[in-house]
């Protein structure tokens, strides 16, 4: 199935405005790509780039991981909330102003969670990270209940870039990687 804005739109107001305070950060340096692990691999491919999605909040807590970002910090949760498996479609998008977005798809399993996660924490932050590199950190502003979630770049080419590698279609490239993200350290075995 394919993304098309007219799809998305909803989801597009509603992430442009949950997005208009969000920063982001620069990219991580090369080298610091991992592999995934032996469970990862028998439900992507091994070349294929990690990609998960966690409950991001601005205070520290227990059980919270810190992120270090150029204007602050950001604290995640250890243990991702949705992951590649609950997507069906990673797209680039471009809004009729010009900007560009990358606009994700939801299973329907990946929807309920999106839908039950959102309720339960709007004013926090659902992080997006791709071989550790944080990608974005949207605000959650209202329940997201459509099963989509888009999300702003700064670029066509980063759009399209961060599709492929959500959807698999590009291997893991920590050094061209264009998105504006920190990076994320690796999840605790």
Excluded: W
Excluded at 13 to 36: D, I, N, R, Y
Excluded at 68 to 80: H, M, N, S, T, W
Excluded at 87 to 106: I, M, W
Excluded at 134 to 146: D, F, H, K, M
């Amino acid at each position: 199935m394919q993304l098309t804005l007219r799809k998305l739109a909803p989801a597009l107001v509603v992430v442009t405005l949950a997005l208009a305070g969000c920063k982001t950060a620069p990219t991580k340096s090369p080298g610091a790509a991992t592999t995934p692990d032996a469970g990862q691999q028998t439900t992507q491919p091994a070349a294929a780039s990690s990609v998960d999605f966690y409950l991001a909040h601005q205070q520290p807590g227990p059980g919270l991981r810190e992120i270090a970002l150029p204007d602050g910090k950001l604290y995640l949760q250890e243990v991702p909330v949705l992951t590649r498996a609950d997507l069906t479609d990673a797209a680039a998008l471009v809004d009729r102003q010009g900007q560009n977005f990358v606009g994700l798809r939801f299973s329907e399993a990946g929807a309920r969670k999106l839908t039950e996660i959102s309720t339960k924490n709007v004013g926090n932050r659902l992080a997006l990270v791709i071989d550790q590199e944080l990608v974005a950190a949207p605000s959650i502003a209202e329940p997201l209940n459509r099963g989509v979630l888009a999300f702003g770049v700064a670029s066509a080419q980063a759009a399209s870039a961060i599709a492929a590698k959500i959807r698999g279609d590009a291997p893991p490239a920590p050094a061209s990687a264009p998105a504006t993200g920190g990076t994320a350290p690796a999840p605790k075995p």
